[in-house]
């Protein structure tokens, strides 16, 4: 399922960019729905950070194997960028979630969309790049953020909205085995460019900038909910000592594999 919020500018120019460009057909008479193959595009009038109302639809539930949500991406440094990334919070719940809960990803989908959109964006203005987790909303269901930004101008930027949006409706699931990156800022730019170029996917990302909070619990739950995990690819000098000391001891303990670059 691809999520467009209408409370959202980028949110909605994607969307519409979908039912515009891709044939996509209503499902319902409610207008929110449309279908293109095994694609739902469902728009919501809330903005998706906070909307909690996903597993409670029954319609979701065993029918949706992965949610794609739509969203303008916010730089202070005003980084044009295009992004994908999980959903969760490390410690607080200021933009939505829950405080302390990581939701579950989808490392195969979302990866797959960050090397779609490297292929299939032709331009310069654009960086493409991870983001590390974090906000809302907590979703048991696998998903992941596509984001266009930072601006109007990019919002509506054709090259980007058809990098992204292609990206999203190509995607393939790959074999590759599925692992935490660990450590960087907070594109995580060591772990990007070793995806990019290794057959390896990515779930949960821990930036350094939050490791002054991170417990052996925030590593479980980064294993825990990315599937099948087989352990951590850890930027190493973008690692604080104690954080690797808490990888080594979950690695040990559960059998993972500890990739450093």
């Known amino acids: 399922m691809i999520v467009s919020s209408r409370s959202d500018e980028a949110s909605t120019s994607m969307g519409n960019f979908l039912l515009e460009n891709y044939n996509f057909k209503p499902s319902d008479g409610s207008g929110n729905d449309f279908m293109r193959g095994d694609f739902l595009l469902r728009f919501i009038d809330e903005r998706h950070l906070y909307y909690d109302r996903f597993e ?20 202070v440094a005003d980084i044009k960028s295009l992004t994908v990334h999980p959903t969760g919070n490390f410690d607080g719940a200021k933009l939505g979630g829950i405080p302390g809960k990581l939701s ?7 990866t797959d969309a960050l090397r779609s959109i490297r292929k299939n964006y032709k331009g310069t203005d654009f960086e493409v790049t991870f983001e590390a987790t974090h906000h809302g909303p907590y979703l048991k269901i696998p998903h992941y953020y596509v984001e ?25 699931e790959n074999g590759n085995r599925n692992y935490v990156g660990v450590g960087g ?3 995580m730019p060591k772990i990007t460019k070793y995806v990019l170029e290794n057959d390896v996917n990515i779930g ?3 930036p350094k900038y939050q490791h002054d909070i991170v417990t ?5 739950q980064c294993v825990e909910m990315t599937p099948a995990c087989a352990g951590f690819i850890v930027d190493k000098k973008g690692t604080k000592s104690k954080v690797r000391d808490i990888l080594e001891k979950v690695s ?3 059998g993972l594999q500890i990739i450093q670059i």
């Not at 639809?57 to 730089?75: Q, T």
């Not at 579950?104 to 979302?110: E, F, N, V």
């Not at 930004?149 to 393939?172: M, P």
Request: aromatic letters at 4%; a negative charge; proline letters at 2%.
């Open 185 to 187: 800022g907070h594109y």
């Open 56 to 75: 409670a639809d029954a319609d979701l539930i065993g029918n949706v194997g992965s949610i794609i949500v739509l969203s303008r991406h916010s730089s």
């Open 252 to 254: 040990d303990e559960s």
């Open 204 to 206: 949960h990302m821990l």
């Open 104 to 110: 579950m990803t989808d490392p195969s989908g979302m």
């Open 148 to 172: 266009i930004g930072t601006t109007h101008n990019q919002w509506e930027n054709s090259e980007a909205l058809t990098a992204v949006c292609s990206s999203i409706l190509n995607r393939k």
């Open 216 to 220: 052996e619990g925030i590593v479980r």
